[in-house]
């Protein structure tokens, strides 16, 4: 349900493993220094340091362009048991004025303050005073902001951080999103990024501005709820259970029981989409979907696909939902209805785009670059592995 | 921690006479008797009468002690001739270098309006402005709130120029309350909250409001937030009419434990 007051906080701490690591070894509050896995063939860069970030340096870059960048940068192993205590620190302190608090981890916290007002005052109030204790004990100077929604207060963190705190009133959630740079609305990640730079827009206000027909035709069949993301309209819940404790759950019950093969892979198509939306809106990824199938004759039975690595796309879900659709479909009756829950849900490392926008799949990309390569250099300059073994 | 310094928007006010200053304080006596009570003033007169190298120097042998902040002349933020700002801006230059000398200007408010919208036209002459006032300690108020933006923010941060926290009250419209740090010098503009006279009243209307002790209480945790990353923070009360500003101003010292031994000449 929509609300008209800003009751929402939500509290962001940027570059949340370089921040704990000040916490546990102040003397690196002058430093730079980045947080990466030393030991994997490719490191990447986790978390920066402020003096780090003003270098230039940034989350998801090779660590040797780091160093190339800065040969004095600090490498800092991440510490996921420090991270752990300081997130628990954190929902400690805004336990205090709150008590539906939703722990994203990684610094990342949402309090649904309706109800609290008499006893502490307005939302922006707490919003400020939890800013000042989170300083005081931990020593982290965070970004706050209160809003009538998770969205709205999540794009006026990402708006003023690392530091500071803002109030978004009820009412102004459009006005406030509307200058703002559009990389900041979540779900826009590289892909729908790069298309709507490509279309000249660069502020989430000209998304808001598309009527259903213009949002359909740039940025296909789910940009309806990227169009409304940025008009401030999000009707999600602050959900209190612990993360692992998360689901987002999705069911299709057929008009009549089926059992054709392509019907059933559609809808599985259909309502992963969804499942996925849903999942993205909330920045999450996923490591497990499970499906229960319920049967005509009134039995039911399971399917669970556990990936290897966090499931953030479409693509990504869709087939771990067939996957474990097929280990569920082990019987020869018609089927009633099924539902799909994804499960062991986890912050997506990076801004995961809302939903894969329509255009060339990825393999037609890189066919389209080896033909462009092979146009400009000659057949033989890029040819596959195979071949060369073969000559 | 940073330094924080607490005064009012203005000091020349004959309604004041009483509940401020002692009866009988005549107006060449404010500023001298004002320098005994807090340690800086936001001067507002420069926003309706351009001010002059004499008179700057007259002041300063008032309030030897006191740190200015002036708020620019409405030349360079309401009624912009493209003429002639630049030359309005050498002429505000002139008369505010005379307290920067001195070491006694904490900062020069550049105060937008409402009607000063975050447009490509707008944003250049800001930065034009921004560049002929560089010299200067400058801070930002925007009263149109497409200002308060990532973009805007990263720009006064790479120019080191704070962005103006303001209490305002909360109708539509107004600016979202914002504390960020974007400079080394925090400024905080404190305008009370009367809803019902903001728009279409007179300015004595508008700003007759006394902060009641448990909205100071929150202030004060604003300028604390404000005084983490800070090394200087000016906090000027608005709420002017009937000594109201003076008042709280005085209040919000002692929550802040700041400012309790002010001496004039």
Same mark, same amino acid.
């Given at each position: 349900m929509e609300r008209e007051r800003a009751e929402i906080i939500h509290i962001n701490v940027t570059d949340f493993a370089a921040a704990v690591a000040v916490c546990t070894?102040?003397?690196?509050?002058r430093k730079a220094f980045i947080i990466a896995k030393e030991g994997s063939s490719r490191p990447v860069v986790i978390s920066v340091s402020p003096n780090a970030r003003d270098e230039g340096i940034h989350v998801g870059m090779p660590v040797a362009t780091a160093i190339r960048m800065l040969p004095s940068v600090t490498i800092i192993h991440p510490d996921s048991s420090a991270c752990a205590k300081a997130d628990a620190a954190l929902h400690e302190i805004a336990s205090h004025y709150c008590p539906t608090i939703q722990s994203d981890s990684g610094g990342h916290l949402f309090l649904d303050?309706? !109800?609290t007002s008499r006893l502490f005052g307005p939302p922006v109030d707490c919003a400020v005073r939890i800013r000042n204790r989170i300083h005081e004990r931990l020593g982290m100077d965070i970004a706050v902001a209160v809003a009538s929604n998770k969205l709205v207060a999540k794009v006026g963190t990402r708006a003023i951080r690392p530091s500071g705190i803002a109030q978004v009133n009820g009412g102004e959630e459009a006005a406030f999103l509307a200058?703002?740079?559009?990389?900041?609305?979540?779900?826009? !990640?590289p892909a729908i990024g790069r298309l709507l730079s490509v279309a000249?827009?660069?502020?989430i206000g000209q998304v808001a501005n598309l009527d259903d027909q213009q949002a359909l035709a740039l940025l296909?069949?789910?940009a309806i709820a990227l169009r409304n993301a940025a008009r401030g309209i999000d009707a999600s819940i602050v959900d209190p259970r612990r993360m692992d404790c998360r689901r987002i759950v999705k069911r299709v019950d057929f008009a009549e029981p089926a059992h054709d093969r392509d019907a059933i892979r559609a809808a599985v198509i259909s309502v992963a989409e969804d499942a996925g939306l849903a999942m993205r809106q909330e920045l999450m990824a996923c490591m497990v979907i499970h499906i229960v199938l319920f049967w005509a004759d009134g039995a039911t039975s399971e399917g669970l696909y556990r990936a290897r690595t966090p499931m953030v796309l479409d693509e990504e879900v869709m087939r771990g939902a067939w996957s474990a659709m097929e280990r569920a479909m082990s019987r020869r009756v018609r089927i009633r209805a099924f539902t799909i829950s994804l499960q062991e849900l986890s912050p997506a490392r990076r801004e995961p785009d809302l939903f894969t926008p329509e255009g060339p799949t990825r393999e037609e990309r890189l066919q389209q670059a080896v033909d462009a390569t092979r146009r400009r250099f000659g057949s033989v300059a890029l040819t596959h592995a195979a071949a060369v073994f073969h000559a | 921690m940073a330094r924080i310094l607490i005064g009012t928007s203005?000091?020349?006010?004959?309604?004041?006479?009483g509940p401020v200053y002692?009866?009988?304080?005549?107006p060449e006596m404010f500023l001298g008797t004002y320098a005994t009570l807090f340690p800086t003033v936001e001067l507002n007169f420069s926003y309706y009468r351009m001010p002059g190298v004499q008179q700057m120097h007259a002041m300063l042998c008032q309030a030897p002690a006191v740190n200015f902040s002036m708020k620019a002349h409405e030349s360079l933020?309401?009624?912009?001739?493209p003429s002639s700002w630049r030359s309005h801006a050498q002429e505000f230059l002139a008369a505010a270098s005379v307290l920067q000398k001195a070491g006694s200007l904490g900062a020069v408010l550049l105060q937008f309006p409402y009607?000063?919208?975050?447009d490509p036209d707008r944003r250049r002459y800001l930065d034009s402005l921004i560049g002929s006032l560089a010299e200067l300690p400058l801070a930002v108020e925007f009263?149109?709130?497409?200002?308060?933006?990532n973009r805007t923010i990263e720009a006064l941060r790479e120019r080191k120029i704070p962005l103006v926290s303001l209490d305002l009250?909360?109708?539509?419209g107004s600016p979202p309350m914002m504390d960020v740090s974007t400079s080394p010098l925090a400024y905080v503009r404190l305008h009370g909250r009367n809803k019902e006279t903001?728009?279409?009243?007179?300015a004595a209307s508008r700003y007759d409001y006394l902060y009641s002790d448990r909205e100071l209480e929150t202030l004060a945790e604003r300028i604390r937030g404000l005084a983490v990353a800070a090394q200087l923070v000016l906090v000027y009360f608005n709420n002017h009419r009937r000594g109201q500003a003076a008042r709280n101003a005085k209040a919000l010292q002692r929550l802040l434990g700041v400012g309790e031994h002010c001496h004039g000449t």
């Amino acid at each position: 349900m929509e609300r008209e007051r800003a009751e929402i906080i939500h509290i962001n701490v940027t570059d949340f493993a370089a921040a704990v690591a000040v916490c546990t070894e102040p003397m690196l509050a002058r430093k730079a220094f980045i947080i990466a896995k030393e030991g994997s063939s490719r490191p990447v860069v986790i978390s920066v340091s402020p003096n780090a970030r003003d270098e230039g340096i940034h989350v998801g870059m090779p660590v040797a362009t780091a160093i190339r960048m800065l040969p004095s940068v600090t490498i800092i192993h991440p510490d996921s048991s420090a991270c752990a205590k300081a997130d628990a620190a954190l929902h400690e302190i805004a336990s205090h004025y709150c008590p539906t608090i939703q722990s994203d981890s990684g610094g990342h916290l949402f309090l649904d303050m309706q !109800g609290t007002s008499r006893l502490f005052g307005p939302p922006v109030d707490c919003a400020v005073r939890i800013r000042n204790r989170i300083h005081e004990r931990l020593g982290m100077d965070i970004a706050v902001a209160v809003a009538s929604n998770k969205l709205v207060a999540k794009v006026g963190t990402r708006a003023i951080r690392p530091s500071g705190i803002a109030q978004v009133n009820g009412g102004e959630e459009a006005a406030f999103l509307a200058r703002q740079e559009v990389g900041l609305l979540p779900g826009v !990640g590289p892909a729908i990024g790069r298309l709507l730079s490509v279309a000249g827009f660069s502020e989430i206000g000209q998304v808001a501005n598309l009527d259903d027909q213009q949002a359909l035709a740039l940025l296909g069949k789910r940009a309806i709820a990227l169009r409304n993301a940025a008009r401030g309209i999000d009707a999600s819940i602050v959900d209190p259970r612990r993360m692992d404790c998360r689901r987002i759950v999705k069911r299709v019950d057929f008009a009549e029981p089926a059992h054709d093969r392509d019907a059933i892979r559609a809808a599985v198509i259909s309502v992963a989409e969804d499942a996925g939306l849903a999942m993205r809106q909330e920045l999450m990824a996923c490591m497990v979907i499970h499906i229960v199938l319920f049967w005509a004759d009134g039995a039911t039975s399971e399917g669970l696909y556990r990936a290897r690595t966090p499931m953030v796309l479409d693509e990504e879900v869709m087939r771990g939902a067939w996957s474990a659709m097929e280990r569920a479909m082990s019987r020869r009756v018609r089927i009633r209805a099924f539902t799909i829950s994804l499960q062991e849900l986890s912050p997506a490392r990076r801004e995961p785009d809302l939903f894969t926008p329509e255009g060339p799949t990825r393999e037609e990309r890189l066919q389209q670059a080896v033909d462009a390569t092979r146009r400009r250099f000659g057949s033989v300059a890029l040819t596959h592995a195979a071949a060369v073994f073969h000559a | 921690m940073a330094r924080i310094l607490i005064g009012t928007s203005g000091y020349s006010y004959t309604e004041w006479v009483g509940p401020v200053y002692p009866e009988g304080t005549k107006p060449e006596m404010f500023l001298g008797t004002y320098a005994t009570l807090f340690p800086t003033v936001e001067l507002n007169f420069s926003y309706y009468r351009m001010p002059g190298v004499q008179q700057m120097h007259a002041m300063l042998c008032q309030a030897p002690a006191v740190n200015f902040s002036m708020k620019a002349h409405e030349s360079l933020t309401h009624t912009v001739d493209p003429s002639s700002w630049r030359s309005h801006a050498q002429e505000f230059l002139a008369a505010a270098s005379v307290l920067q000398k001195a070491g006694s200007l904490g900062a020069v408010l550049l105060q937008f309006p409402y009607s000063f919208h975050y447009d490509p036209d707008r944003r250049r002459y800001l930065d034009s402005l921004i560049g002929s006032l560089a010299e200067l300690p400058l801070a930002v108020e925007f009263r149109n709130g497409q200002w308060y933006n990532n973009r805007t923010i990263e720009a006064l941060r790479e120019r080191k120029i704070p962005l103006v926290s303001l209490d305002l009250p909360e109708i539509p419209g107004s600016p979202p309350m914002m504390d960020v740090s974007t400079s080394p010098l925090a400024y905080v503009r404190l305008h009370g909250r009367n809803k019902e006279t903001w728009w279409g009243s007179d300015a004595a209307s508008r700003y007759d409001y006394l902060y009641s002790d448990r909205e100071l209480e929150t202030l004060a945790e604003r300028i604390r937030g404000l005084a983490v990353a800070a090394q200087l923070v000016l906090v000027y009360f608005n709420n002017h009419r009937r000594g109201q500003a003076a008042r709280n101003a005085k209040a919000l010292q002692r929550l802040l434990g700041v400012g309790e031994h002010c001496h004039g000449t």
